[in-house]
């Protein structure tokens, strides 16, 4: 036994990354799958739209790029399947440049086949991508219109039918945020969902839910956090909708791979300590040549990616440097074409935008579009030595612009509404008596206190002082603890989505186009 122990201890770690490679890719090819239970904290999101009536206004923002896409599309697609279920009215919008293919998929994949009597530009409109981060929302907060004047096909926004009646964020009855980080939920809350009193709820990468929860529930309605959030959400749609049993169950699907991992890993954990304290289906598949080019790159960059776990060499740097590059450039473009040539050439003077932006080429003219062009040069003035020194006056403008905007809605969406939710009755008594109402309370005052008083050091740490310090390191380290439990659970999921697409490229990347495969295949 000994003996066996200390082979664990001195384990390759190579042989960790097999195993989880294994438990992982052995329940997808059996197509494992577990009952899912919806909790509160997602079904209160799932209430809140079902209770919404028909014509209603839902902002649902994709913040997100491909690298979340195995968390963050379930969700996406379950929202938007039920906002249109109950005739809603929906504004997708995105703030980050890679969002922007996200809602590409969402038009082919959920409007296109399960809706496709709703009408673009009056039972819903993609407003696409605006670059500015939290700025944009705070723009769109006083002038909606103003912030996003086109929609993704060059619509002027102010002649579409949805529009009407909508002139700010306040002019909406829900806000649904989809995101993985910055810009994302925090901003929602912070510059749309707390100033203009507009309920917010979002489904968030496991990584970042932990950031959220002191939010909930009266910042925040409601919250998926990662694949398991996206899971018990689609099992409360089918189980509203049974129609959509076939078609919302991705999230579902995937919580099989991610429990059998779970469990791998924390049997690693378990001997590791141990020992440290001892010492398909059937079918053809055709493809068209684009699909499967695109496939095979895919696949070829993300076996280089991958290859770093064994050591670093040349495969995964160059994946690696294209990746940067192509990235650096990809937000150029979106940035000169969704926020230079329509928020400022198409306002300072329109007929400029007309061969790209047809819509914006009658406006009148905005001269006062003048000092942010001037700024913007001032700004690039940074790249010549001499007049550097100019661009200083354009910096100093945008951070105290940045730094006054940004100090009001933290101090009220961070400092006074968490002040506000951590003072509460510690006996929770209505409607009726509630053990684990009063148990929650009681983590909450408590541990917010002693958290506190472990960052005061004016005084020593001794006696009763010094035992609450201690239980509030308790409590930090348990908080820590379960961050890190959704880090990797959000991981595994990005393994899940990793591995599904290999089995893709496997079973169908070996079929030259317009060819039938010949032998069987597994479908994922």
């Known amino acids: ?22 438990s992982v890719i052995i329940p997808l090819l059996a197509r ?31 913040d997100f790029g491909p690298s979340t896409v195995p968390e963050n599309m379930p969700m996406l697609q379950a929202v938007l399947r039920h906002a249109l ?38 039972d819903w409109v993609n407003l696409g991508y605006k670059a500015g981060n939290q700025g944009v929302i705070n723009s769109a907060f006083s002038d909606f219109p103003g912030a996003f004047p086109v929609d993704s096909k060059g619509h002027d926004v102010r002649t579409l039918p949805i529009m009407e009646g909508v002139k700010r964020i306040a002019d909406f009855n829900l806000i649904v945020c989809i ?22 709820v979002c489904g968030v990468t496991a990584v970042e839910a932990p950031l959220l929860y002191p939010y909930y529930p009266r910042q925040l309605l409601g919250l998926m956090g990662g694949l398991q959030g996206a899971a018990e959400y689609e099992a409360a749609l089918v189980k509203r909708y049974p129609e959509y049993a076939s078609r919302s169950r991705e999230a579902i699907q995937r919580m099989g791979p991610q429990t059998v991992a779970h469990l791998v890993i924390i049997a690693f954990i378990v001997l590791g300590n141990v020992a440290f304290f001892a ?6 598949t055709r493809m068209t040549l684009g699909p499967w080019l695109e496939m095979w790159v895919g696949a070829l960059l993300t076996l280089m990616i991958l290859s770093f776990l064994y050591r670093d060499n040349p495969f995964y740097r160059f994946a690696e440097s294209l990746f940067v590059g192509v990235s650096a450039a990809y937000w150029m473009v979106e940035a000169f074409w969704t926020t230079l040539i329509p928020n400022l050439f198409g306002k300072l003077y329109p007929p400029m935008v007309g061969f790209a932006l047809p819509a914006l080429a009658k406006n009148p003219p905005q001269i006062s579009r003048v000092i942010p062009l001037l700024f913007g040069v001032l700004l690039l003035l940074r790249l010549v030595p001499r007049l550097a020194h100019w661009s200083r006056m354009a910096m100093a403008l945008a951070i105290g612009f940045a730094a006054g905007t940004n100090l009001i809605r933290y101090l009220e969406s961070d400092f006074t509404s968490q002040i506000g939710q951590s003072i509460r009755p510690l006996v929770v008594t209505e409607p009726a008596f509630s053990l684990g109402g009063t148990f929650s309370a009681l983590v909450v005052v408590l541990g917010t206190l ?19 310090s201690r239980f509030g390191i308790y409590v930090l380290m348990i908080s820590f603890g379960a961050a890190f439990g959704y880090t990797v659970m959000a991981r595994i999921s990005l393994l899940t989505g990793r591995m599904e697409f290999l089995g893709r490229w496997i079973t169908q990347g070996f079929t030259f186009p317009g060819w039938t495969c010949p032998y069987p295949r597994y479908t994922f």
């Open 85 to 122: 279920q109950k005739k809603l009215k929906v504004y997708l919008l995105t703030l980050w440049a890679t969002g922007i293919p996200q809602l590409d998929l969402v038009e082919q994949n959920v409007l296109a086949k399960d809706f496709p009597d709703r009408v673009a530009g009056q």
């Open 279 to 284: 010492g398909g289906e059937e079918e053809e």
């Open 450 to 468: 002693s958290g506190l008083v472990y960052f005061f050091f004016s005084k020593e740490h001794k006696g009763v002082f010094g035992k609450v």
């Open 1 to 22: 036994m000994s003996v066996f122990l200390e082979r664990i201890g001195r384990m390759d770690r190579r042989w960790i990354y097999v195993a989880i490679a294994l």
């Open 179 to 200: 995101g993985s980080g910055f810009p994302g939920t925090k901003e929602w809350i912070q510059f749309g969902g707390d100033p203009a009193r507009v309920p917010v």
């Open 32 to 62: 494992l799958s577990f009952p899912v239970i919806t909790t509160p904290i997602v079904q209160s999101i799932f209430d809140k739209v079902d209770s919404l009536p028909e014509g209603s206004r839902v902002i649902l923002s994709a």
